[in-house]
């Protein structure tokens, strides 16, 4: 089964800096992963995917990710924040269901990280 | 092409009532799934429907069921609720393998 460890609940940082928020996956089939922003009283919206290919890969907002096989890792950055920035950030997993035969996927997230932008 | 919705947006219910929440997929879409987020455990997957059959189902009591629509729109009902159900419940529907479309939520509240 798969699962989604997002290191860090809670990162605050100052507008203009990097941030780096980071998520390790396990899953036993190579994985399709994701990164959502959840915006207060919203729903998930897609920052950005890697279903194959380029292990770098760039989302929307000035979002990007790098997907590292090795490491197991799919660790979200942009480089200069914005205060409009501030949501809560998810990392997810899509693997075969349980005894699916491989037929269909599920979706795995992890706990979630709070990114506070502060002016 | 519209979003995913969910009615209502907004519940307060009291324990041992039953509840039922609706969500419309995007058009085309065949998938719907729904997800239990709550401060304290996240996340977490409730069941996911294609084309009118349950295809995966979390780990969640028989109190909460679900069905799908031959439009592919879909309900959720909760019933007997507790107040551990307070929760904000997400839809999210699916074209294809991977990639979900999440609806605003509905936020539920029992008293």
């Known amino acids: 089964a798969q699962s989604v460890t997002q290191l860090g609940s809670h990162v605050s940082v100052s507008e203009g800096a990097l941030v780096l928020l980071r998520c390790n996956y396990s899953s036993s089939v190579p994985p399709y992963l994701f990164w959502y922003v959840q915006y207060p009283n919203q729903g998930l919206q897609l920052l950005l995917k890697y279903l194959s290919g380029s292990t770098l890969v760039k989302g929307i907002n000035g979002f990007e990710a790098e997907f590292n096989k090795s490491q197991t890792s799919f660790h979200l950055r942009k480089p200069s924040v914005h205060i409009s920035d501030t949501a809560e950030y998810f990392c997810?997993?899509?693997?075969?269901?349980?005894?699916?035969?491989?037929?269909?996927?599920?979706?795995?997230f992890g706990k979630g990280t709070l990114l506070t932008v502060n002016p | 092409k519209a979003g995913v919705t969910q009615t209502p947006r907004y519940l307060i219910k009291t324990r041992g009532q039953q509840v039922t929440l609706s969500c419309s997929p995007i058009s085309g879409h065949r998938s719907v799934s729904w997800y239990q987020q709550t401060p304290g455990q996240g996340l977490q997957f409730l069941f996911e429907y294609f084309s009118e059959t349950q295809r995966n189902k979390g780990n969640f009591p028989g109190r909460f069921s679900g069905r799908q629509f031959s439009n592919s729109r879909s309900e959720m009902n909760v019933s007997t609720l507790e107040l551990g159900d307070s929760a904000l419940y997400l839809c999210a529907s699916s074209g294809g393998r991977h990639e979900q479309f999440f609806g605003p939520g509905t936020r539920l509240t029992v008293l």
């Open positions: 997810a997993v899509s693997a075969p269901a349980l005894n699916s035969g491989g037929s269909n996927y599920k979706l795995t």
